[in-house]
């Protein structure tokens, strides 16, 4: 019933229903095949609306659905536990967690600082006051404290596996072109922007052809090496017979090797007029 839907459904607490329908029929997945035609009744499209819910959630009824599919649902963030006070529709979840990855890792760290603390200067004041019971408490203070760190590492593991999966910027930073008046193996070195500690780096290249002779695509090369292997990417440029310039970017991971350095050459026997290749260091994993 509609009253089921105003009493189970967050977002109707603090919208008006016509414009909750209106916002929930686009961003829902369910009503993504149908829009409410202006002459249809806003009787009849909150009767659609309950109807479609429960057509086609039967077994878990409207209350289940919203609170647990309805990307508009208002949730806590997974990290409300160690502090984050962020409370925001579902379909926003995952990019407040990207976004906000390091934040929640100094909140939950920090949390797990305090606890420790807690529970030293718990241990401290037992052994004064309860020496009688000394051993009993430090044997279930230990384990407390064995308990924490336990924690503490999984949790500095599982952040470690976010940290991999994302980049750090360092902005734009130029290394150097390869253009018509370059020829062979060129190298650019990206140390002065990337710390040791890094192990894949993030160029950004850029190029632009101009007129050529004859219609011709080039596949530009660019690579790093470390002890024998090679780690080769290309990248496509294409050159016109007319009097416009064609655009081409890409962004590339590469392995950071001792030398700290990206080689590109243009390849030999290819047209060798009219074009510029940039190449700039904007990020890298750690």
């Keep these: 019933t509609l009253a089921q839907a105003i009493k189970y459904c967050s977002q ?16 829902c997945t369910r009503f993504q095949w149908w829009r409410t035609p202006r002459a249809m ?7 659609l609306v309950i109807f479609s819910c429960l057509v086609f959630s039967p077994s878990s009824g409207l209350q289940q659905d919203v609170e647990e599919d309805c990307p508009l649902t208002m949730v806590d963030c997974e990290f409300s536990y160690a502090g984050c006070k962020a409370r925001l529709p579902r379909k926003d979840l995952q990019g407040h967690i990207n976004t906000e990855l390091l934040v929640h890792l100094t909140m939950v760290n920090k949390k797990l600082a305090n606890e420790n603390v807690i529970l030293s200067r718990r241990l401290s004041d037992l ?16 384990a407390e404290r064995v308990e924490v760190q336990t924690k503490m590492a999984d949790q500095k593991r599982e952040f470690d596996k976010y940290i991999k999966m994302a980049w750090i910027s360092i902005g734009k930073r130029h290394l150097g072109s390869v253009s018509s008046t370059t020829s062979g193996m060129q190298s650019y070195s990206y140390a002065a922007y990337v710390p040791p500690e890094a192990k894949e780096v993030l160029i950004y290249v850029a190029g632009f052809t101009g007129y050529n002779a004859r219609s011709q695509s080039v596949e530009v090369t660019l690579e790093t090496s470390e002890d024998g ?24 991971f590469f392995p950071v090797t001792r030398d700290r350095c990206i080689y590109v050459w243009y390849p030999e026997g290819k047209p060798a ?14």
């Design 273 to 286: 007029n009219n074009y510029v290749l940039d190449l700039y260091a904007i990020g890298y994993k750690q």
């Design 229 to 252: 292997v090679r780690y080769t990417k290309y990248f496509y440029l294409y050159h016109y017979t007319q009097d416009a310039v064609a655009y081409n970017s890409e962004n590339m």
């Design 127 to 142: 052994e004064v006051k309860m020496a009688d019971q000394k051993r009993e408490l430090l044997d279930k203070m230990v």
């Design 12 to 27: 109707l607490r603090i919208h008006k229903i016509s414009r909750f329908l209106i916002d929930f029929s686009s961003e």
């Design 41 to 47: 009744s806003i009787e009849l499209f909150y009767v």
